[in-house]
């Protein structure tokens, strides 16, 4: 079944990057809310095929459904719906930090490899040609948040040999995730926007909330720390 809402979810990603530069506003709106249903849905029938860690995966199901709260804002043209969606998106992170901490509690390798991943994307803010209006704080807030959680996914790569699907899938989806803000960043935020930016933003945030989904459907075999 959950290989079934996954090929059923990447039929609505192309209705909705069809609908983007092809169709109507609320068409794209519909497809949108389809789109992220559907990982919702991946998820939950995943969770019941795997019934280890589920307070892993209550954390995950938890953080798809705020993503979707935040992209419905996202949606919306204003500034007050931009606020909504961002702050959504932070606690949405937030219950994905808290999930893979679950598996694996946050040590001294996390705040180091979190400071080499700070290196380019603050790069990329200096480098960068943006227009940020007031928003840089809460832009770096929100990278912050965003980093440590693709550093905690990473983190899961010590249970990769006896857990090779799951762990591969939560971290490709959430570097994914990471790469997906990244176009974001330039498309809302970027001098010269982005070429093709509605349809790289929404392969890579919706392959990548897909992909934590049907994660949950293969359990993670947690070896005790040596």
Request: proline content about 1%; overall charge positive; aromatic content about 14%.
């Amino acid at each position: 079944m959950h290989y079934i809402l996954f090929c059923t979810m990447i039929i609505s990603l192309g209705g909705l990057i069809i609908s983007t530069y092809m169709g109507t506003v609320l068409c794209r709106r519909i497809f949108k809310v389809l789109t992220s249903l559907l990982f919702i849905g991946t998820a939950m029938v995943s969770s019941k095929r795997n019934l280890d860690h589920k307070v892993y995966h209550y954390w995950i199901i938890g953080g798809l459904v705020l993503s979707t709260f935040g992209d419905v804002f996202l949606a919306f043209s204003g500034r007050n719906y931009f606020l909504l969606g961002v702050a959504c998106f932070i606690v949405a992170h937030i219950c994905y930090i808290i999930a893979f901490s679950c598996l694996r509690g946050i040590s001294k390798e996390d705040f180091l490899c979190f400071g080499i991943l700070l290196i380019p994307l603050i790069m990329i803010l200096l480098i960068g040609k943006f227009e940020f209006k007031g928003m840089l704080p809460l832009v770096m807030g929100y990278m912050f948040i965003i980093g440590f959680m693709v550093v905690k996914a990473i983190s899961l790569k010590r249970y990769y040999k006896d857990s090779k699907v799951a762990v591969t899938l939560t971290i490709v989806g959430a570097l994914l995730f990471l790469i997906s803000d990244g176009i974001l960043l330039f498309k809302i935020f970027g001098v010269e926007g982005l070429r093709y930016g509605d349809f790289l933003n929404s392969l890579t945030y919706y392959v990548g909330q897909e992909l934590l989904a049907i994660s949950l459907a293969w359990p993670i075999a947690i070896r005790e720390e040596r």
